[in-house]
């Protein structure tokens, strides 16, 4: 038996390797996301561990019957499911691993921006050495008195919604896969589309990527908005038409951004978000904990070993 590593951030695979050598496999390490170099390292491999590599009908044509399809993360849109189930070929994700981290990066992005932060700040580190009344930066809403929208409810959008509810903001979302009467139970209400973009003060993106929530957030919908609203995206990229929020900020009708996510990774240099109004970047760093790597790759080892024994995966996407 083989376990293949495409491509990794970590600075080691212990847990990884320790759980394929306690199989009695082998195990690979890479560093590519070239499809055809792809290809090559996984022909005839039980378990492939990914971060962004393509694991495409070629790739998943050459590999051992019934191996198993580890993405080290949330998202595998990189992915081809259904050409997997095809194949016979599991497929899994890590969900769970920094749940929490997310949680706690996109209420910060949310406060940051809503605060205005990064305005009082950039003024008293000015070249002037300025100062700033609290006036002076325009109105800022109590917290008591925003109305929070979500669209997606899961695990993560459901933190969030914890998060924010203690600081007392009313809580709205939309998700048409979710029960009413679950979310009641979390403090949330269930809405419609078009009634969160009218009444939300800030919109959270917490939805999977897919055909259907491609720019979910499209100019048009932008556009709907209260003027004002603030858009916060910890979630994937493609939710949002980044182009067309970061115009939306620049003529003042939304009120500012809060991006860890981006149609394209690395941000392009010359990418007008970049330059927007009353907006906060980080780089893809949601995620990102002491914690959440070790689970990351703690909930990986364990999946190693139920791929290679044959037991039920934890996270499977497919069936």
């Not at 979710?178 to 209400?189: F, N, P, R, S, W």
């Not at 003529?251 to 907006?279: C, I, K, M, W, Y």
């Amino acid at each position: 038996m083989r376990v293949v590593v495409t491509d990794h951030e970590f600075p080691h695979l212990t847990a990884e390797q320790e759980a394929t050598t306690a199989r009695g496999a082998g195990f690979s390490v890479h560093n590519t996301r070239d499809e055809d170099e792809v290809v090559s390292i996984t022909e005839g491999a039980d378990v492939v561990l990914l971060a962004f590599a393509p694991i495409t009908e070629r790739v998943l044509r050459g590999l051992a019957k019934n191996a198993t399809v580890i993405r080290y993360g949330v998202g595998y849109d990189t992915i081809d499911v259904e050409a997997a189930t095809r194949h016979g070929v599991r497929v899994c994700n890590i969900p769970d691993y920094g749940s929490d981290t997310v949680a706690d990066h996109t209420v910060m992005l949310a406060l940051t921006v809503l605060r205005r932060t990064l305005e009082y700040d950039q003024t008293l580190r000015g070249p002037s050495n300025g100062w700033i009344s609290a006036r002076e930066i325009g109105e800022i809403p109590a917290l008591s008195d925003v109305t929070f929208g979500l669209i997606g409810t899961g695990t993560i959008g459901r933190l969030v919604a914890s998060r924010m509810s203690s600081f007392g903001a009313k809580l709205i979302a939309y998700d048409p896969y979710a029960d009413a009467h679950t979310l009641e139970q979390h403090g949330i209400e269930q809405v419609g589309f078009d009634h969160l973009l009218e009444e939300a003060n800030i919109l959270s993106l917490h939805a999977p990527l897919t055909p259907e929530t491609h720019h979910i957030l499209d100019e048009t919908a932008l556009r709907r908005t209260n003027p004002g609203t603030i858009v916060i995206n910890t979630a994937r990229g493609p939710l949002l038409d980044t182009l067309a929020a970061a115009a939306l900020t620049e003529s003042g009708h939304l009120g500012g951004l809060g991006l860890d996510v981006f149609e394209e990774e690395p941000l392009a240099a010359n990418h007008p978000v970049r330059q927007a109004p009353r907006t906060v970047l980080t780089p893809h760093a949601a995620f990102y904990s002491a914690q959440s790597l070790r689970n990351m790759q703690d909930y990986a080892a364990a999946e190693i070993n139920r791929a290679l024994s044959g037991q039920p995966l934890r996270c499977q996407v497919n069936r």
